[in-house]
């Protein structure tokens, strides 16, 4: 993969998707519809799908493409491809709290490497530049080119006080009974895929998921977190947290600035 020719593609198509979500966020109503899997569905989520995969699929023919709503693309096996969530954060969008974001990624040999996260109604974009490093673009956002970006980084974490972030949507006990295991000195609540990106930049050190995901959900805030110095494991034994699972699913797992001191379960 050239990295020079996706990088400025899936920005654009983030960017694209993001315009077309914010005119249905900002309608009086949308329908809301429920998937086999009992998760909420909207138009902006199929609206957005389609301008992304049809983007990729032109760009990027002969690629494998994975992406949350065409269910046929989650038989697909292998370990190089590029993996899509068109509106992670339904439940946010749909209770108009704005911590919704637009996701995609290039998994390649099992690894996130390059990857946007865009989080249209928060005016937050972060990205993966060529090189590898993540940057965050200060808005507002042109679609045929890149506006001033500044590199993130992670912290250099004090663990007597560390900055926590956790689920909006999903917080349980067993989220808190982890969380209690360290010496916490502030907690933030964030929804979909911007977890990652704030420990990318450093606004928090430490994101446990103690609860479902896929791989759609997590592989661009993955990238965009490796990308400033950061990374993910499994929650169980602390590997690195590969991708091209059967399925596609995600075992429990923990993003972290690599100055954390890393608690078992």
């Not at 900002?26 to 992304?52: G, L, N, R, Y």
């Not at 919704?100 to 990624?105: D, E, H, P, Q, R």
């Not at 990318?200 to 609860?211: F, H, K, N, W």
């Not at 592989?219 to 110095?229: D, I, N, P, T």
Request: aromatic share 8%.
């Amino acid at each position: 993969m050239n990295y020079e020719v996706l990088v400025p593609v899936i920005r654009e198509l983030a960017l694209k998707a993001g315009e077309v979500i914010m005119d249905i966020y900002d309608s009086d109503d949308f329908d809301v519809k429920v998937k086999s899997d009992e998760s909420p569905v909207t138009a902006a989520d199929e609206a957005a799908d389609a301008i992304i995969s049809d983007g990729l699929r032109l760009a990027f023919p002969d690629m494998m493409l994975v992406t949350e709503e065409q269910a046929a693309s989650h038989s697909a096996k292998g370990d190089t491809f590029l993996i899509v969530d068109p509106l992670d954060g339904t439940k946010e969008f749909i209770n108009r709290r704005g911590d919704f974001t637009v996701n995609i990624a290039l998994v390649e040999k099992g690894v996130p490497t390059r990857g946007v996260v865009y989080a249209p109604a928060k005016d937050r974009m972060f990205f993966t530049r060529a090189d590898g490093q993540s940057v965050e673009e200060q808005g507002p956002f042109k679609k045929d080119s890149i506006g001033q970006c500044s590199p993130i980084s992670v912290s250099k974490p004090d663990n007597s006080a560390l900055l926590v972030v956790a689920s909006k949507s999903h917080r349980d006990q067993a989220t808190d009974d982890y969380i209690g295991k360290y010496a916490v000195n502030d907690m933030k609540s964030a929804g979909s895929s911007l977890k990652f990106c704030l420990v990318a930049t450093g606004e928090a050190d430490l994101y446990p998921r103690v609860g479902r995901t896929m791989e759609w959900d997590t592989a661009a805030g993955h990238a965009v977190l490796k990308g400033a110095g950061g990374d993910v494991v499994r929650f169980e034994d602390h590997a690195p947290l590969m991708y091209g699972k059967d399925g596609f699913a995600n075992p429990f797992f923990i993003a972290y600035a690599p100055g954390v001191d890393l608690k078992a379960p």
